[in-house]
Structures are given as structure tokens and as C-alpha cells.
């Protein structure tokens, strides 16, 4: 059975740290590129990074650049997002999302929620003073 489990999210204040991670079984991530997506409430499920099985080449949203950075652990079968610098408008639930069709993350694609065959439950990440 095909699963992704999304955790590691808290509650922290701003500049804080934080490190999801996503787990995945049923399947091997290595052939794969994998991203993680965040939802805040009332807004568009958004990008926030992809990271490529081929080249390990990586992708960032605008918003996270500088602050988050994506890993993946192939001999673990994880998946994880370094997040630096938190700020309120980070406070959303964070998803990783896998590419079934792709090893390597595609420009400007990566970012579309259609482009992600399998994904996890979701993990809150709440940014408050």
C-alpha cells in the first residue's frame, strides 16, 4: 500500500525553526522528484519546493528562498523541509507530494498541484507571538 506521512509540525514563535519530515512506504522515493506544498487557511494550496531524483537539482518558491531547504534521504525513504526565519505568513498545513511521472523536477511545473500523483495527510505549521 502506497503511503506518504507527513509530520514534525508545530507551534513556535517567529524566527523560530522547524523540520518536517515525510515518510514514505509501499514505494521507493529515490526514482522520484518530490515536493512539498503548504495551505494556509482560505488560500490556494501554493509550492514551496521540489527536489529532483536525478541531479538532486532543487527549486524554491520566492517566499521560502534563503529560509527553507529541502532534503531527501534515499536510504531512509524521506523526504524533509529545513524551515529557518518562521514568520506568521508561513502558518499553513505543509504536504509532500510525490512526481511519479518525472526523476527531475520541471521549471516552472513543479509548482502545479496536478503535476503530484501521491501525497501525504498534511502537517500543521502555526507561526504566532
Do not use: H
Amino acid at each position: 500500500q502506497v503511503q506518504l506521512v507527513d509530520s514534525g509540525g508545530g507551534l513556535l514563535q517567529p524566527g523560530g525553526l522547524l523540520r518536517p519530515s515525510c515518510a514514505a512506504s509501499g514505494f521507493t522515493l529515490v526514482y522520484y522528484a518530490i515536493g512539498w506544498f503548504r495551505q494556509a487557511p482560505g488560500k490556494q494550496r501554493e509550492g514551496v519546493s521540489c527536489i529532483s531524483s536525478s541531479d538532486g537539482s532543487t527549486f524554491y518558491a520566492d517566499s521560502v528562498k534563503g529560509r527553507f531547504a529541502i532534503s531527501r534521504d534515499n536510504a531512509k525513504n524521506m523526504l524533509f523541509l529545513k524551515m529557518n526565519s518562521l514568520q506568521p505568513e508561513d502558518t499553513a498545513v505543509y504536504y509532500c507530494a510525490v512526481d511519479k511521472g518525472q526523476a527531475r523536477c520541471l521549471a516552472k511545473i513543479w509548482v502545479y498541484n496536478w503535476e503530484y500523483d501521491y501525497w501525504g495527510q498534511g502537517t500543521q505549521v502555526t507561526v504566532s507571538s
